[in-house]
């Protein structure tokens, strides 16, 4: 039997529509975004109220499906069929696959996939709206049972509408906790409390900051761990010590190259690169100005992709746990699917620094 029909209160028919069904760009469609508004709550809340996902307060429940009803919102059939018909196939929407931390942690999932007896679907979105757009439609034909995602760049409301046109499972990789989608990460608060405080038990009393963007929620969390362990030290860095910059070996060396633009009296001792590829870039720019590496200056990266054992000098990081957290993901989807085993809210993993040939002993700059 079919939905029961609606009229708009004029007697005229209104069509309703749920997450891929025809013509969805039409006004009089009622979406998911329509009954979360309805419902003062967000898309993700509705997700889990339609699909069981997880659990929902039941007065929170109760007033999503008292939305429902009252506009009409047909949820699509397919994706509802998925609780009861998995094709063990597993999405994974990420920035880049080329970049090495990504690929490292998509390794990681994939493995875990293959382990486990599933299939990894692949999507390169370069954050881009539309291309995210076209292949959350590519997933939801494939039918996937669950989604894993890893984005560089994140706006507001984005990972929550991602998962909730999704209608799966869904959890977020190196992403804060918070947003209603289990997020699992590292503690980028301890790992940047981590490297200062290594480079201040060597003695260094100067050192400067070449962050991601500030939107950049691991990156916010590394700043706060870095700050406050200056802070309690008595090492405020320099305003001009402080560096936003994209999150790219570019990124790292243009970052460097502007801090060592000031005059040589005024350079930092050592610099903290909030991940390694931007570490890779502050060594290329130290290097081609004639600088000796960690004799005139020291850096410390972040995330201890392979390279970085391979870089010149080696470069002393902080160690994310990446394939704990790609097979972590993995582990607690596929028991949620097959078991029932609820969804954390997070899962935070701690890092430790590694040390290698990057930092030197401080020493005073001639002018």
Known sequence: MGAPRR????????????????????????????????????????????????????????????????????????????????????????????????????????????????????????????????????????????LVLLTANQWPGMTEDLAATAGVPTIALDAAPGNGITAIADDSGLGGRLAIAYLADRGFRSMALITGPATHARSAARLTGAMDALTERGLIPRPEHRVEADLSVAGGHGATRQVLSAPRSTWPQALFCFNDVMAMGALSAAQGMG??????????????????????????????????????????????????????????????????DSVGIPREFIA
């Not at 028919?13 to 975004?33: F, L, S």
């Not at 998509?106 to 390169?124: P, Q, T």
């Not at 028991?335 to 290698?356: A, C, F, K, T």
């Open 7 to 146: 009229t708009d209160g004029r007697g005229a028919p209104r069509r309703i529509h749920g997450r891929g069904a025809p013509n969805p760009g039409e006004e009089d469609m009622v979406t998911i975004k329509d009954v979360a508004r309805a419902a003062d709550v967000s898309g993700t809340t509705v997700s889990h109220v339609i699909n069981g996902t997880r659990f929902v307060a039941p007065d929170t429940a109760e007033r999503v499906r008292a939305a429902i009803d009252r506009l009409g919102f047909a949820p699509n059939g397919l994706a509802q069929a998925l609780k009861g018909s998995r094709t063990k196939a597993i999405g994974m929407m990420v920035t880049s696959s080329t970049n090495p931390f990504f690929a490292a942690l998509i390794h990681g999932v994939e493995r875990a996939c293959f382990a486990r007896g599933y299939s990894l679907i692949l999507c390169n979105s370069e954050d881009d709206p539309e291309k995210m757009r076209v292949y959350r439609e590519v997933l939801r034909v494939r039918r996937i049972d669950a």
């Open 291 to 356: 600088l000796s590496l960690p004799g005139d200056l020291s850096v410390v990266g972040y995330d201890d992709i392979e390279l970085a054992a391979y870089t010149a000098p080696p470069l002393t990081t902080i160690h994310q746990p990446v394939p704990e957290m790609g097979e972590g993901a993995i582990a607690l989807l596929i028991d949620h699917l097959e078991r029932g085993v609820p969804l954390p809210e997070s899962l935070i993993l701690p890092p430790r620094l590694v040390v290698r």
